[in-house]
C-alpha cells in the first residue's frame, strides 16, 4: 500500500496517512512508463544480441575472435 | 497685551510707558530664549534634532560606532539602530539527523517555514520499484502550470554516450514537480540529488536549482541525471516539501532539508 508520511521538524510528530485516489493514480502511471521504458529497452538489447549472434554464425567465428579482430 | 505672530512673544503695547520698556525687553528676550531653545534641543555633541510636532523638536543622541539610523517600530521618530547582517546566509539542518526514506512513497517534512532559502539533501535513496524518480514538490503542490524549468536531462542506457544528453526544457507544460534524478531498473539501484530553493518567506514567485542522479546499479539501465534551474509560482510562503518516489514506496535513503536566512 503506497503511504505518505508527514514528519513535523518541530515537534517530532510523524503522521502515516493513505495516498489520495490521484497520487495513485500518478504513481501507477509512472510505474507504468518506467515498465514500458524497460521493455523497450529489453526488446533493442535483445535483438542486438540476436543480430550479433546471426553475424558471428554467418562469419564462422565465435564472439572471442570477433573481439580479437577488433582489438 | 500684543504678541508676535508665530510665537505668541508678548511685546510692549504702544501706550505702555517708557519705564517699563526694560522689564518688557527682557519678557521678550526670556520668551525668544526660551523659542530658541526650543528648536534647537541638542545638547552634545552627534545629537540629531527632529520635530515631535509642527512647532516643536526633540533630541536623538548619537547611537555607537556602526549604528545606522532608522525608524522606530512606532513610526514616530528616528532611532539609532546596530545594523542588519550584510548579506551573509547562514544554514540550519531542521530535521535532526536527517529522516528516513522510508515506509511511505511521500516524506512530506513539515514544520520548515520562516526561511529565505531552503537547502535539499537526499542521499542513498532507493524505492522499492525500479526506475523511481526523486521528486521535490515544495507545499506539495503539483500544479502544472506553477513550475517552470530548462536544464539538462541524461538518460543514457549503460554508460554515458554523447547521444544520451537531452535539454530539457518545461515552461508551465508537463511538470508538475522538480525531479531530481532516478534509479536503473533494478528495485537495489540507487539514486542522489541535491536541491536549494530561495524566496521561502514570498508569496510570489521563487527560484531553485536542483542536480542529481541514479546509479546503473549491476548494469542496470534506464536511470538518469538532470541538471536544472527553474521557477517555482505560488502565492503562499513555503511551510513544507514533499520528497516523492514516482514509482512506489521508499525503502532506503536519508533526506536532510537545512534553512537558510541572513
Redesign the interface.
Known amino acids: 500500500m503506497?503511504?505518505?508520511?508527514?514528519?513535523?521538524?518541530?515537534?517530532n510528530e510523524e503522521i502515516?496517512v493513505d495516498?489520495t485516489k490521484d497520487?495513485i493514480s500518478?504513481?501507477e502511471l509512472?510505474?507504468a512508463e518506467?515498465q514500458a521504458?524497460?521493455k523497450a529497452?529489453a526488446e533493442v538489447e535483445a535483438a542486438k544480441f540476436a543480430e550479433k549472434a546471426a553475424l558471428l554464425e554467418r562469419l564462422g567465428i565465435t564472439e572471442e575472435e570477433a573481439q580479437l579482430l577488433l582489438s | 497685551m500684543a504678541t508676535t505672530t508665530n510665537y505668541s512673544w508678548t511685546t510692549p503695547d504702544d501706550t505702555d510707558l517708557v519705564k517699563d520698556g526694560a522689564a518688557a525687553i527682557r519678557t521678550l528676550g526670556s520668551s525668544a530664549d526660551t523659542t530658541v531653545k526650543d528648536l534647537n534641543p541638542g545638547t552634545t555633541a552627534g545629537d540629531i534634532d527632529y520635530y515631535t510636532s509642527s512647532t516643536a523638536k526633540a533630541r536623538v543622541a548619537i547611537g555607537t560606532a556602526g549604528q545606522v539610523l532608522q525608524v522606530n517600530a512606532g513610526a514616530t521618530a528616528p532611532e539609532w539602530a546596530t545594523a542588519a547582517g550584510g548579506g551573509e546566509v547562514t544554514y540550519t539542518l531542521l530535521n535532526a539527523g536527517g529522516t528516513a526514506l522510508t515506509g511511505a512513497q511521500t516524506i512530506t517534512i513539515s514544520g520548515i517555514g520562516g526561511y529565505d532559502s531552503y537547502f535539499i539533501l537526499v542521499i542513498n535513496a532507493s524505492s522499492a520499484s525500479a526506475n523511481s524518480e526523486i521528486i521535490v514538490r515544495p507545499n506539495g503542490d503539483a500544479t502544472t502550470t506553477n513550475y517552470y524549468m530548462a536544464g539538462l536531462t541524461n538518460t543514457p542506457t549503460t554508460s554515458y554516450t554523447i547521444g544520451t544528453f537531452a535539454s530539457n526544457a518545461s515552461y508551465q507544460s508537463n511538470a508538475n514537480s522538480i525531479a531530481l534524478g532516478k534509479t536503473a531498473s533494478d528495485a537495489a539501484s540507487q539514486a542522489r540529488g541535491s536541491f536549494i530553493f530561495w524566496g521561502g518567506k514570498s508569496t510570489g514567485i521563487k527560484a531553485w536549482q536542483s542536480a542529481g542522479a541514479g546509479d546503473n546499479y549491476g548494469g542496470a539501465q534506464q536511470w538518469n541525471q538532470t541538471v536544472r534551474n527553474g521557477l517555482f509560482n505560488l502565492t503562499s510562503v513555503i511551510t513544507s516539501f514533499d520528497i516523492r518516489s514516482s514509482t512506489g514506496n521508499w525503502d532506503n535513503g536519508t533526506v536532510y532539508v537545512f534553512g537558510g536566512s541572513i
Open positions: 503506497l503511504k505518505k508520511k508527514i514528519v513535523n521538524v518541530q515537534t502515516i495516498l497520487e500518478e504513481v509512472a510505474q518506467a521504458a524497460a529497452q
